[in-house]
């Protein structure tokens, strides 16, 4: 099993190492996305009156959309975040909880860029959820064989030999796959079973005829589809409708308001409930007649089958948990992305005792472009969040061009230079990078910007350190000489 677990983590190794790391940040999702919206102090705000203002405001500037999308404000995302459909485009933007109007706050993808990206690589539908959803399963793979391959891990665990060069690496890779072990194989299975539509659409297109429109009705039974008549319809308030959906969903609270056909007759509002204490997500929805008011539809997720499938998605996402499980949550992802890290590292010293040749030679510098050079990418979009001018046009995409542009700028730079002269540069980068990210604002004036110079700072220690060792080895070995 060994040259199995060697070769797959080699083969889907790097795809793997920026799903983890872009999913460990996800999981500060919303927090991630208040820190890159300096703008919005507030830090305790009514959904259903933010949800409201963003409603009037976008009947105002988006009357022609077929459909408003809102996440509605909560504690840890004090904005309501909209999506909608404008000439052709879908615009996203971050509303004020107070005014409904995104005036004021800069248009930035903030943590939803990191959590988009964990599972649709920034590639055109279906095909970076495919390549996703082929990841997840080699995971599993690379867990399953690595289990059978380092069958002593217990006593692995209690074992590292610091310098000891691959000894050591293998220690390291080790200790990191055995901490966190059930993480590891709960958040591959999780993430395989969220996309295993994708993997297996066969039983779907059997059952439907590929008829998509009937999949999304069964699986949410009270989200009525009306067609829009071409007739103007005065909208109902639509305060009402949140409060008696807030009064319905209990302490869950809104996760999701939808406006279809807004300003037709035909037009509905249907809100989604949110997380409690459960795991489970979707649980509760109900629809509203958007110009009476009424409900016309409420449904309460029972049936089995969805159930366990929701679980398993609310155990991938983390959304029920409190802070000190995402605490945990954070640190095993990291952990995950450790042991892709130390696994491609020790495969190309493996190799080099053996063979070496082109082929280690070019993993070997790829290796230090992607795990020395994604955190300086990462850190180039939070850095350009604070540096690009706030009113410039399609910031927010610029942001994210930064990030690819200088992950193709380290990578080409790793592929032309001697690789331990890559690592010591690189990591050197991402220390500076991180300690940029954490003091950039100044001394912290809130809880979310205390967490995000503590990490950042606590990241920039950690690559330091490493660079500090990479240097030593390369001044060893060019003494050696």
């Known amino acids: ?48 009156e933010a949800s409201a203002a963003a409603v009037r405001w976008l009947s105002i500037h988006a009357p022609r959309s077929s459909a408003w999308y809102l996440e509605p404000a909560n504690e840890r995302a004090p904005y309501t975040l909209a999506l ?36 649709e690589l920034q590639l055109p539908y279906p ?26 891990f217990f006593v692995d665990f209690f074992t590292f030999r610091p310098g000891k060069n691959q000894r050591s690496w293998l220690d390291a890779h080790n200790l990191f796959g055995v901490v966190a072990l059930p993480f590891h194989v709960m958040i591959a299975v999780t993430g395989a079973v969220t996309l295993a539509n994708l993997m297996m659409p066969w039983g779907v297109q059997a059952a439907y005829r590929s008829d998509l429109g009937a999949v999304a009705h069964d699986l949410s039974p009270a989200s009525v589809e009306r067609t829009a008549n071409g007739r103007p319809g005065r909208p109902a308030p639509v305060s009402p409708m949140l409060r008696e959906a807030e009064r319905r969903f209990g302490e869950a609270g809104l996760a999701r308001v939808t406006v279809t056909s807004p300003g037709d007759s035909a037009s509905i509002v249907t809100v989604v409930s949110a997380t409690d204490d459960r795991i489970g997500i979707d649980s509760h929805t109900i629809s509203f007649d958007g110009v009476t008011g009424k409900i016309l539809a409420e449904h309460i997720e029972k049936r089995p089958a969805v159930r366990v499938f929701d679980v398993l998605y609310g155990l991938h996402v983390a959304r029920f948990a409190p802070i000190v499980t995402r605490w945990l949550y954070f640190i095993s992802g990291l952990i995950l992305t450790a042991v892709i890290a130390t696994g491609l590292h020790l495969w190309t010293i493996k190799r ?19 795990i020395a050079g994604t955190p300086v990418a990462f850190c180039a979009f939070f850095l350009a969040n604070r540096l690009l001018p706030l009113q410039m046009t399609h910031r927010a995409d610029q942001e994210v061009h930064i990030l690819f542009v200088t992950w193709a700028f380290v990578l080409a730079a790793a592929a032309l230079r001697p690789p331990q002269q890559s690592w010591i540069t690189l990591l050197r980068l991402s220390a500076l990078g991180c300690v940029s990210v954490g003091v950039i604002d100044g001394w912290p004036h809130d809880g979310v910007e205390w967490s995000v110079s503590i990490v950042a700072l606590m990241l920039a220690g950690g690559f330091g350190f490493a660079t500090q060792r990479s240097a030593l080895r390369y001044l060893g070995t060019r003494r050696g000489k």
């Open 1 to 48: 099993m060994t040259w199995l677990h060697d070769w797959s983590g080699l083969i889907v190794g790097w795809l793997l190492y920026a799903m983890a790391l872009s999913g460990t940040l996800s999981v500060f999702r919303p927090e991630i996305g208040a820190w890159m919206r300096p703008e919005l102090t507030a830090r305790h705000v009514d959904a259903v």
């Open 352 to 370: 080099q005792r053996r063979q070496g040749g082109f082929s280690t030679a070019l993993v070997e510098r790829m290796n230090a472009g992607f």
């Open 84 to 119: 909608w459909e404008q000439h052709g485009a879908y615009i996203q933007r971050a509303l004020s909880p107070i005014t409904g109007a995104p005036d004021g706050i800069r248009d930035t993808l903030g943590g939803d860029f990191f959590y988009r990206f964990h599972f």
């Open 127 to 152: 095909w970076g959820r495919l390549i996703a959803a082929i990841g997840a399963m080699a995971l599993i793979l690379i867990l399953v064989t690595g289990i059978i391959a380092h069958r002593r």
